[in-house]
């Protein structure tokens, strides 16, 4: 028999379990959908799986999600890519009234990328500190699914997970302990069960599947382009996938993304004349990796609960890289086409942390309204316009330097919850010092 029918074959034998499964029982289908090739095939499987009922006159019974995560800091690329694909498909189901919702699932302001780095302060993220996967992925997927399965009392989440990846992948899925059904319970979700429909296909399978079946809602030559652009193994999928790899490596993901040394990906992309636009943003990833050394000097050297210890990014530090941030997409207004880097609720979030740091100038609104940003917020905590003012006239009356008070501001504020507050006085000695000798820095 030819590798194309036994392709074949193995195409009709998913397709007929996964009609058999989806007629066992009523609880939902949450299709993992990340744009890659593997979330892909799985989506494309279960579509015509779909519409071969609707022809055979068999009723839909049941809701199929697609679900895709949107961290808000994707390569710009991919973000148009995929936000394509989900209307592509939501028009698709529409048209062909197949009872399909596709989800895209964000992080809460207060967990978004922007919100913890430049807001709270937390360096960017490494092998050790992984913070970004649970707060921009993970979570936002647990509130959804969690919410679904009580609706449901069950659910059934359909992954495009492979043994054929890697010898850790197989490992992984090697380690599942599936019913009788062949679905594993979700280690965190009580009563999802995970599906792998496509987990014994080898790449050139899923490769050759994919040159040869156009997509239900449209192509799937535009996803192979942007894997010829990257180079890419594979895709970062949407959370909650037990056996899902780490972000990162030669995969498409965020654009910020320091867990690993080097980012091939946009290395690569950035080869293609099209892509060079990007620079800027490779240059500010690679900023952020460079701040994070202990010995950058843009970190405080005492962590939030007071122990000495190399503790979060400086407020000026998060104020410098806020208004780089801002200042590259602007010099990028062209090229981004209307999307913003940072959106005007993360805006507003950081001037809440930065209040709870001693900002009282509202430094994070003045930074963005300094580029364009006409951010809507007004704070009863900060001090408002017409105080800021006063505290200028009186700063250039007595030929002080407004960076000096707003520093011994900060300082204060830190002892806002301390019984004891002497050590506060000879910090004050200590900012003052250091600024008349051009070496002020946060304490």
Known sequence: MSYMSELSKK?????????????????????TFSGGKDSSTVLHLVVDMLLEMKNEGIK???????????????????????????????????????????EKLSPKVTESFWTLLLGKGYPSPNQTFRWCTDRMK??????FLKSLSDQNESIL????????????????IEKRTDNHRGFSMHPDIPNAFIYS??????????????????APWGKHEDMMALYDKGSGEGDCNVALNPESSSCGKTRFGCWVCTVVGKDKSMDNMLKNPEDMWMEPLHEFRNLLEDYRDPDSGKRQPRRRNGQKSIGPFKLETRKELLEKLLSTEQNLKTELAGKTLISDDEIVQLQVEWLN?????????????KYGRNVNYESVKAFNEDEQEYIDGICKENDINKELIDYIMQCEHSYRHHSIRSKAFSEFETIVERFAKGQLNEV
């Not at 890519?81 to 529409?94: A, D, P, T």
């Not at 993970?138 to 509130?143: G, L, N």
């Not at 429909?197 to 156009?214: G, M, Q, R, Y």
């Not at 740091?357 to 309204?369: L, R, V």
């Open 138 to 143: 993970i979570r936002p997927a647990t509130y």
């Open 11 to 31: 195409i009709e034998l998913v397709k007929g379990r996964l009609k058999e499964e989806f007629l066992a029982d009523t609880r939902p289908w949450v299709v």
């Open 157 to 172: 989440m359909l992954l495009g997970v492979r043994s054929d990846e890697s010898i850790s992948r197989a490992a992984s």
């Open 197 to 214: 429909p496509i987990k014994d296909w080898t790449n050139p399978e899923v490769w050759a599947f994919l040159s040869t079946h156009s």
């Open 60 to 102: 839909q019974s049941k809701k199929v999600y697609v679900v895709s995560s949107d961290t808000g800091v994707e390569m710009p690329l991919i973000e148009d890519y995929v936000g394509n694909k989900l209307n592509q498909i939501r028009e698709f189901s529409k048209k062909e009234n197949l009872d399909i919702h596709v």
């Open 357 to 369: 740091d001693g900002d009282f100038f509202e430094s994070a609104i003045n930074i963005a309204k």
